[in-house]
């Protein structure tokens, strides 16, 4: 498999999508899409996060079924970083596709990001559940203060308020784990409601107001 060879020798294969060059259209999205899913799949993948941030500036990617389906294969092997920028993405486009309701052929763009919501999900529980063993994989890193969502921009976790960075620690791991799908939502309303007797066990600042900052 592409992904299961070391990245040296990936850099030294053949791009995983080598059709690109007998493409008409090199200016449409599709083809900058795949085209930058190359570079990835040719870099570390500690650039992963940086890279999908670029392909996610090309619009219309809720409508590129083969590129979530691909997405959704590529995200047992992303980074943690990259794993929030995707699962951010996709649940924005997913809310947006999901507000056309009874367009017939939105169903299965539909149906591809809810797998890559699913799947991304499942797996940012399992790096959170792991982040602290000393044998973890390479792709589970810990972003999980504020320094290191700051670094994501735009696909950040916003924290408001003045907290300890154990505190920060507690409440992004908590929202990424069992809130996956308020990563997107202006104001996490669940999020600060469920983690109000958490907080309250470590500070006593259950009220303060938690977003994210990307709609």
Do not use: C
């Not at 092997?77 to 990259?82: D, R």
């Not at 929030?84 to 939105?106: F, M, S, Y």
């Not at 890193?141 to 994501?152: A, N």
């Amino acid at each position: 498999m592409y992904l299961g060879k070391k990245l040296e020798e990936r850099q030294r294969s053949e791009p995983f999508f080598n059709f690109l060059s007998t493409v008409h259209d090199a200016t449409s999205s599709k083809t900058k899409a795949l085209g930058l899913m190359n570079i990835i799949l040719k870099s570390d993948i500690q650039t992963w996060a940086q890279h999908l941030q670029e392909i996610f500036k090309e619009p219309p990617l809720g409508e590129m079924i083969a590129f979530w389906k691909f997405i959704s294969e590529l995200l047992y092997f992303m980074p943690t970083s990259a794993l929030q920028v995707t699962l951010i993405e996709a649940i924005k486009l997913e809310n947006q596709l999901g507000d056309e309701q009874g367009t017939r052929v939105l169903r299965s763009p539909r149906l591809a990001l809810l797998r890559v919501i699913r799947i991304g999900g499942a797996n940012m529980k399992e790096h959170i559940s792991i982040l602290k063993e000393v044998n973890k994989p390479e792709r589970v890193i810990d972003i999980f203060t504020r320094e290191e969502q700051d670094k994501l921009g735009v696909h950040r976790m916003h924290l408001e308020g003045k907290w300890s960075s154990f505190e920060e620690e507690l409440i992004y791991q908590h929202w990424a784990s069992y809130h996956p799908r308020d990563l997107a939502v202006s104001t996490a309303r669940k999020v600060k409601y469920s983690m109000k007797p958490v907080l309250l066990n470590v500070s006593g600042k259950g009220s303060q107001r938690i977003t994210s900052s990307k709609m």
